[in-house]
């Protein structure tokens, strides 16, 4: 299996794991974490597909280019990294925000797109929850990126983990409350994610699974369905008894779903 490390023209950080002939399957993180959220799956999947995985920017070891964020920029990071290692199509599998480029890529270059895993990531929120993320990014800019980090943390894990894995819990505080700029950029892109284009989501020409896990408060079971309803041919899966950080909580039981239908399960 090959472990590989490098850097795309345009500062993109990104690590390459499994067999370099093996489908590639590229796996994008959520806002204020980095690529590190993949590790416990990573050797689930790397020894029948060719794993990447990348920082987004302003996150981890990528660049964090000047100016402000838009969705487009995050699309555009893909495409660089893609052609820079030369693939001309792979299986994406975006958590939270990531799920967000994930989409928006499949929906906008459906050729490059040969399977979609929208994980844990929202979809037309309420004008209440839009009114609490926005309220969340404002206390970022005020107080920077720890400024909401304990409640997130309740929302992300089960309290049953959190009290199990502090260990976990302690890694994930400090790499959000270490992002620099780049983060708060990101977040308001996040936070006004539900102004994208929904009819969009019909170009997605691939098969799709929409995944989330059942007592994610975020991103909730019935955010899946409605997402998933927007897909043509998309399937839902629920991950009985986790919260939002799903691949952290339970590698084993979201790699296994994961990989079902990355190899043309369902």
């Known amino acids: 299996m090959t472990d590989a490390s490098g850097r795309a023209p345009d500062g993109t950080f990104y690590r390459g794991e499994g067999p370099p002939d093996a489908p590639p399957v590229l796996l994008l993180h959520g806002v204020g974490l980095d690529l590190a959220l993949w590790d416990a799956l990573v050797p ?3 020894t029948r597909w060719r794993v990447l995985r990348y920082d987004l920017l302003g996150h981890g070891r990528s660049a964090d280019p000047r100016g402000e964020r838009r ?3 995050f699309l555009a990071q893909l495409d660089t990294l893609l052609d820079h290692l030369g693939l001309d199509l792979a299986a994406l599998v975006g958590f ?3 799920g967000i480029v994930a989409r928006a890529y499949a929906a906008s ?17 309420s004008a209440v929850e839009r009114e609490a993320v926005a309220a969340r990014c404002a206390a970022v800019a005020r107080g920077g990126p720890a400024a909401n980090l304990e409640p997130a943390l309740a929302r992300w894990f089960t309290p049953a983990f959190a009290a199990a894995q502090p260990a976990v819990i302690a890694r994930v505080r400090d790499v959000v409350a270490a992002n620099g700029p780049g983060y708060l950029k990101a977040y308001r892109v996040f936070a006004e994610a539900d102004a994208e284009p929904g009819a969009a989501l019909a170009d997605v020409a691939c098969p799709t699974l929409v995944m989330t896990g059942a007592e994610d408060a975020g991103a909730p079971p019935a955010m899946a369905r409605a997402l998933a309803s927007r897909i043509p041919g998309a399937t839902v899966a629920v991950l009985p008894g986790l919260r939002h950080l799903a691949p952290l909580e339970a590698p084993g039981k979201t790699g ?3 990989a079902a239908f990355l190899a043309g399960a369902g």
């Open 44 to 46: 689930l999947l790397a």
């Open 71 to 73: 969705l487009d920029d």
């Open 96 to 98: 939270s925000m990531g």
């Open 109 to 125: 270059r459906p050729q490059r797109v040969s399977r979609l895993v929208v994980m844990s990531s929202v979809f037309e929120r």
């Open 256 to 258: 296994r779903r994961l």
